[in-house]
């Protein structure tokens, strides 16, 4: 064979997540030393490359390129033999306007280990600068205006770079400064300053950290600009500190997350188990639910009433310099309003934190986009996203078929909106329940963002079902305003297939879906289903027997009137002759109001909720009586069941699709006459719940000839019955097919509507 005297050329389409992490400074620099020549640049949905030069080199940037590391994720490398031209040189070729198509930028990530040493190292120039980063960490999707990633389409434009940065910048041996786009130094980039609630300018630069730092060792509030928008500061230590803001803030017990420097630091208020400390070291730099230390050295107020804390990693040096000048774990709680969106500027923040924080630690780097937190939590050994903010969204899945650009608007309560273009799912970040306008336009503003880094003309927008939703109504006029479809998909059945996402595979699966409630297609509160999902339609194969919920809407936050709802489906008007803690709580007349609305069926709608009857048993139990936030009486019920090791189960009864509670609501009520522990009642209940549900999924799954059960809605955030649910199913020879990356509850609505729209193109799910 005659010795081959041109070099080959070789075109490369890698696809996948790939934009804002260095990926074409690292091919560039991979393809010189390799002695290609050529170029590499943005496309859409990924980068092409085009390389000359030996076939063993070629293929050495091939693997490069294939095998990349975290965060960046390349999910197909197409390959394409060319003509060689007889280029000397591998360059960057400037990006190609509009080169989007699959979701192509990456989530904003914490501050790596190299930049964090630059920060903390008196000798390097960038020593104490708050905002270091590098190719490989910092600011991405909160900062990018649009795409391509390029520092003049981010918030970073304004600031161009010292002589120092840019010899960084241009230099392609160095690793993590070549091409990095939020490169900054103390220098050319962002500064901080500190504001007085009334906007006066009080100090900057280190001062203005300096002087935080002291406001929070005297207990005092600080609203601090981080990655996505502000976070509200206070001494995780300091009792009064905390009830403070809690006062301000309008937010009596639900959970506050925490921060602390680093690893060392969340030991000592918390246990990690190997892949908690991993979700809590790792890029995206999530609040980790862990179980609480026993000497942990935190106020009891920052999460009443349940045995686990919220604990991240300091995201950005700015967290690191200020929590190693306060020296003690600090509350980080959104910089919101209860109800309210997230404030991420100057102006919003005075506006609606002026009356709650102290100071305002800000800066000049403008937020674009805001992003919360993210939220995550082992579940059955799994870590699962409980809120998909910061570090996690956007999100990218794999679409069911393909098809036209769709937009999803989710539900009411904990919203997130999603895009589907191509093969390709995309989830947004969490904004919060649509309770203000405010919130309703970021939910707006999200789903048009998305939309348009996507670069496609939308033609469907869905939403949850429920008629009278806020959600409903802002579909109504996007649909309106944009000339495009408006369907619905029913709560549930979106559920299923939001968890069947991460799955994927052949339909029909069986689907739990377990929550608070939905709006059911005969228009009931559904909220304990069991569904068989298939290609065209949506089928009930079972339910929670139903029950009333006094004053409907009401019971939502008032465990006890589903207690009372229960008792009357049990014992009929003898249940107001009983003395429980739920009827104790009500005053006489109050209970005749109630009696009659039980009586007559009007104002006390029939449900068929998992999480309702979670509510009753709390209630009944007197564990809690009225809630001040979703769900905070099913948490605190699994609180005190993962407290008991024993092994009995209440039992329930299944009869032609319907799962009783009966028998389990009598079994609660003599245990506790009987004075069992609280916490054994509790263990027994969720024991019973799970093992009733793997009983009634498994004669479903006979009769339908079908292995594969999603586990989806907010009950299957609760540890205890998922692991339970999960253990039992696979005990009855069936697959489990429960949530990771998308939240189980309410935030992963939207990915669920994308898909049931696949499967019934143009109208409505169900
Ligand atoms: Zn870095
Ligand atoms: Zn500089």
Avoid at 671 to 689: K, N
Wanted: with cysteine; net charge negative; aromatic share 4%.
């Amino acid at each position: 064979m005659p010795a081959r005297q041109r070099p080959d050329r070789l075109g490369v389409i890698a696809r996948g997540v790939v934009q804002g992490f260095g990926l074409r400074p690292f091919v560039q620099r991979t393809a010189t030393s390799l002695g290609l020549s050529g170029f590499v640049r943005n496309v859409p949905g990924g980068i092409a490359i085009e390389a000359e030069g030996s076939p063993g080199a070629l293929e050495a940037l091939v693997r490069a390129v294939s095998a990349l590391p975290a965060p960046a994720r390349v999910d197909a490398i197409e390959r394409t033999a060319l003509e060689p031209i007889g280029e000397t040189s591998f360059y960057i070729e400037e990006s190609l306007e509009g080169a989007t198509g699959a979701f192509p930028l990456l989530p904003d990530l914490a501050t790596c280990d190299d930049c964090m040493a630059e920060v903390l190292d008196p000798d390097d120039r960038r020593h104490r600068y708050p905002f270091v980063s590098c190719t490989r960490c910092g600011p991405r999707w909160s900062v990018a205006h649009e795409l391509p990633w390029d520092r003049a389409r981010t918030s970073m434009a304004g600031f161009a770079l010292c002589p120092d940065c840019r010899a960084e910048y241009e230099d392609p041996q160095d690793v993590r400064r070549f091409h990095a786009q939020t490169l900054a130094c103390p220098r050319c980039g962002p500064q901080l300053v500190l504001l007085t609630p009334d906007g006066r300018a009080q100090c900057s630069g280190d001062a203005a950290l300096g002087r935080s730092a002291e406001v929070l060792k005297a207990g005092g509030i600080v609203a601090m600009l981080g990655l996505g928008g502000f976070q509200l500061l206070v001494d995780a230590r300091d009792a009064n500190g905390v009830r403070r803001l809690r006062k301000r803030k309008n937010r009596p017990d639900k959970p506050l997350a925490l921060v602390v420097a680093d690893v060392e630091g969340a030991r000592e208020i918390v246990h990690l188990t190997a892949s908690e400390c991993a979700a809590f070291l790792a890029p995206a730099a999530p609040v980790v639910l862990a179980r609480r230390r026993g000497d942990a050295d935190v106020a009891p107020s920052v999460a009443p009433g349940v045995s686990w804390l919220g604990v991240m990693r300091a995201t950005t040096p700015l967290h690191r310099l200020l929590l190693d000048a306060v020296e003690a774990p600090l509350v980080a709680t959104s910089g919101n309003l209860s109800g309210e969106p997230l404030c991420a500027n100057d102006e919003e923040a005075l506006e609606h934190l002026g009356q709650v924080a102290d100071v305002f630690l800000t800066h000049d780097r403008p937020v674009v986009r805001p992003v919360d937190d993210s939220v995550v939590r082992e579940i059955g050994g799994r870590i699962v996203s409980l809120r998909c903010g910061r570090g996690l969204a956007p999100l990218s899945l794999p679409r069911r078929g393909t098809g036209e650009a769709r937009v999803a608007l989710g539900g009411d309560l904990k919203n997130a909106v999603a895009v589907a273009v191509g093969g390709e799912v995309v989830l947004g970040p969490h904004i919060g329940d649509l309770a203000s306008p405010r919130a309703n336009d970021a939910a707006v503003q999200t789903a048009s963002s998305l939309a348009t880094m996507m670069d496609l003309p939308v033609t469907d927008v869905v939403s949850d079902a429920h008629p009278d939703s806020h959600v409903r109504t802002i579909a109504r006029d996007w649909a309106k305003r944009h000339q495009v479809r408006d369907g619905v998909v029913f709560h549930h059945h979106a559920h299923v297939l939001a968890g069947w996402t991460e799955h994927g595979g052949s339909l029909p699966v069986l689907g739990v879906a377990w929550d608070g409630a939905g709006f059911g297609p005969d228009r009931g509160a559904w909220g304990g289903e069991i569904l068989r999902v298939d290609e065209r339609r949506v089928e009930r194969v079972a339910h929670l027997r139903p029950f009333r919920l006094p004053g409907g809407d009401a019971a939502a936050r008032e465990p006890r009137r589903a207690a009372l709802g229960l008792l009357f489906a049990r014992f009929g008007e003898a249940a107001f002759e009983r003395d429980d803690a739920a009827l104790r709580s009500f005053d006489a007349a109050e209970l005749r109001v109630l009696e009659r609305l039980l009586a007559s069926g009007r104002f006390a709608p029939e449900t068929s909720s998992a999480g309702r009857l979670f509510d009753a048993i709390a209630s009944l139990l007197g564990v809690r009586q009225r809630c001040s936030y979703e769900g905070q009486a099913a948490l605190e019920l699994e609180s005190l069941a993962s407290e008991d090791d024993g092994d009995f189960a209440h039992p329930l009864v299944r009869g032609d699709g319907v799962l009783d509670w009966a028998p389990l609501v009598d079994a609660v009520l003599s245990d506790r006459d009987a004075g069992t522990p609280i916490r054994a009642i509790a263990a027994r209940f969720h024991r019973g719940l799970a093992r009733a549900l793997v009983d009634v999924v498994a004669a479903a799954a006979a009769e339908n000839g079908i292995g594969r059960v999603v586990l989806s809605g907010g009950c299957f955030q609760n540890a205890l019955l998922s692991s339970l649910t999960e253990a039992g199913l696979r005990e009855a020879g069936l697959e489990p097919l429960p949530h990771t990356r998308i939240p189980p509850n309410d935030g992963g609505l939207a990915v669920g509507q994308l898909q049931a729209l696949a499967c019934t193109p143009g109208e409505a799910g169900v």
